[in-house]
């Protein structure tokens, strides 16, 4: 193989990369993947903080498992923001190219064949933005613990303190209950985008996709909830 032809396949690899994220259905399959990470993210995460009802060292032993990982973890924890990122900048992307295509709108608005998880993704994914950058801060960081003590290390106290503050536990059901609505609409979305779904399946998939998405609410209220009415105390 010449230099010149070594040189030229890496150039034709970036324009096609470059061509496939400027292209509509680039960006959807960017926004698919990357929501599948944080799908599977949302799911893994469930599960661990699920461990509060098994106990204070049952979570917290939980927790020192995930910071004795090091270097992994945070490798986890960068791929993560990363694929939050990309997530957030290609669907800004794509409501700028659809507002772009549609400048004029419509005169009367009719939700044809659209949901209303569809019909809310745009303003429900910054809210959701918001709550994690504050959940984040308090149970990560604990740079913002609102009438509360945090200590590091202590997963069972911070959670239990933090959503016996009514007004912290009912943002926290609210915000998780709008990701539940933009995962409902998000998980079929992500097959159809990957040109994984089939016509025939549609309305399987959306089914499917809104049982799995209360499943994921109901398992993370569970937690301010049952701390809320003391049966976790």
Do not use: C
Not at 34 to 47: D, R
Not at 143 to 159: K, M, R, T
Not at 184 to 199: D, E, N
């Amino acid at each position: 193989m010449s230099a010149s032809v070594a040189v030229t396949q890496p150039k034709q690899a970036v324009r096609r990369v470059a061509g496939l994220w400027q292209s509509t259905t680039g960006k959807k399959a960017v926004m698919a993947v990357t929501g599948a990470i944080m799908f599977l993210f949302v799911i893994g995460h469930m599960l661990g903080n699920l461990q509060i009802f098994e106990g204070r060292e049952r979570i917290n032993a939980y927790s020192h498992l995930l910071h004795s990982l090091g270097e992994l973890l945070w490798m986890v924890r960068l791929a993560l923001l990363a694929a939050l990122a990309l997530h957030v900048i290609t669907a800004v992307q794509l409501a700028l190219r659809i507002k772009k295509a549609r400048p004029v709108g419509y005169s009367r608005k009719q939700a044809i064949n659209s949901s209303y998880a569809s019909r809310t993704m745009y303003w429900s994914g910054p809210i959701v933005l918001v709550f994690i950058i504050f959940h984040l801060l308090q149970f990560t960081a604990g740079y913002v613990h609102p009438e509360a003590q945090f200590i590091a290390g202590d997963v069972y106290h911070n959670l239990v303190s933090g959503f016996q503050v009514w007004w912290v536990a009912v943002w926290y059901i609210f915000a998780v209950s709008l990701l539940g609505l933009h995962l409902s609409h998000g998980i079929a979305s992500m097959f159809q985008s990957l040109g994984v779904a089939h016509p025939r399946h549609t309305q399987t998939l959306k089914r499917a996709a809104v049982a799995i998405a209360t499943l994921i609410v109901l398992g993370y209220i569970s937690i301010p909830v049952s701390i809320l009415l003391g049966i976790v105390k």
